[in-house]
């Protein structure tokens, strides 16, 4: 059967897929919490707050986690410049937009017209899904996450706005973090559990992966519902992904049948997500109750045995 479109956006959208950067996939041992999770990780307790978002999670204030429960680690992604490149390419593979240049320039101390060397290092940010929460604003969350480097005024031009469109609770606009990179330690835990190093085939297919997802979620988010489906039943089939970057495609296919009123599709979808991850949740606060319906609708079938 053929999904009827939806034309209009959501009210919410799901939070937490990384975009241009990796995200390491942590599993909670016992009694662990997000202020220890930052503190190993970035050497720096006041991360938690990035962790947090970038997980959905609703936990209690100390932050406490489940024994077993997948924590998503957020970090940069540093590119090496080669011969041609210019901040306008290098955002365009890994932010989803040329236009985005001038904003990547000036996250590395640099300005847009300033020329880049060949092997000089560009750190890419982490762009953070955030959904706008009862009494936020694009001020409020500029002045959380980026500190004093940038303006609200600043956060509205990355994320491509209107001049005038103003913001409001439920509405998702992208956070670039540069203030994720991993301590020394934290690098040589993952690498270690990593095991060997992947091919520079592997590599490639990483980065165009990253650049794909950034387009899946940027058709998501502005409500191209159609080519979002398109595109994330195309990565799904190269068989090369991740199982985080499967579970994060599966959510936003998911979310795209609810919005074409496709629901047994949905949940079919969802349910293959549940299959990788079984432990997957959706935040409450940060996804529309309609795609939340259906979602534990998908977790009720999943858990049901055979037959019954």
Do not use: C
Not at 120 to 143: F, I, S
Not at 186 to 191: D, M
Not at 258 to 284: C, N, T, W, Y
């Amino acid at each position: 059967m053929a999904p009827r479109f939806a034309g209009m956006a959501l009210a919410a959208v799901l939070v937490a897929t990384p975009v241009a950067a990796s995200a390491h996939d942590h599993v909670a041992r016992a009694g662990e919490t997000l202020d220890q999770l930052a503190t190993l990780y970035y050497g720096s307790v006041s991360n938690a707050m990035v962790i947090r978002a970038a997980n959905g999670f609703l936990h209690p204030d100390d932050g406490r986690l489940l024994e077993g429960e997948r924590v998503k680690i957020p970090e940069v992604t540093y590119h090496r410049a080669s011969a041609g490149d210019t901040w306008e390419t290098i955002a365009d593979r890994y932010l989803g937009s040329r236009r985005r240049g001038r904003f990547l320039a000036e996250m590395n101390g640099a300005e847009v017209t300033n020329a880049l060397a060949e092997g000089q290092v560009v750190k890419v940010p982490y762009q953070l899904l955030y959904v706008l929460a009862p009494d936020e604003t694009l001020k409020t969350v500029a002045k959380q996450y980026l500190g004093g480097d940038f303006s609200a005024a600043w956060l509205h031009g990355y994320n491509l706005f209107k001049k005038k469109k103003s913001l409001s609770r439920g509405d998702a606009l992208l956070v670039p973090l540069v203030n994720v990179e991993l301590t020394e330690a934290a690098k040589a835990l993952i690498k270690a559990a990593a095991g060997p190093d992947p091919t520079a085939e592997d590599k490639k297919f990483q980065v165009e992966a990253a650049r794909a997802i950034a387009m899946l979620r940027e058709d998501y988010v502005s409500g191209r519902y159609v080519r979002a489906v398109a595109e994330a039943e195309r990565l799904l089939g190269t068989g090369k992904l991740t199982v985080p970057q499967q579970v994060g495609v599966y959510k936003y296919l998911a979310s795209a049948y609810v919005a074409f009123g496709d629901k047994e599709a949905a949940i079919a979808v969802f349910r293959e997500a549940l299959a990788m991850q079984p432990d997957m949740e959706l935040s409450p606060i940060t996804t529309s109750p309609k795609i939340l319906e259906v979602f534990r609708e998908a977790q009720h079938k999943a858990e049901r045995p055979k037959g019954k």
